[in-house]
């Protein structure tokens, strides 16, 4: 059961980027793997406010 986590900007998600970015990831891991598996991908996307984030060691926000 693959389970992969996308995480990015809250500003960068909405209503409709959700269910497009699950569905294109789904569809990235059966193109790599078989159809059968299809059924057995989950997707969590989460938005995170730019303060939590960090790179290098200093904060986005």
Do not use: F
């Not at 569809?27 to 989950?42: L, P, Q, Y």
């Amino acid at each position: 059961m693959p389970l992969i986590e996308v995480k990015l900007y809250d500003t960068r998600i909405n209503e409709e980027t959700v269910p497009k970015l699950i569905q294109k990831v789904t569809d990235a891991v059966v193109e790599c793997t078989t159809e059968k598996i299809r059924g057995e991908t989950h997707v969590i996307v989460e938005g995170i406010p730019a303060k939590q984030w960090g790179t290098g060691g200093k904060p986005h926000a």
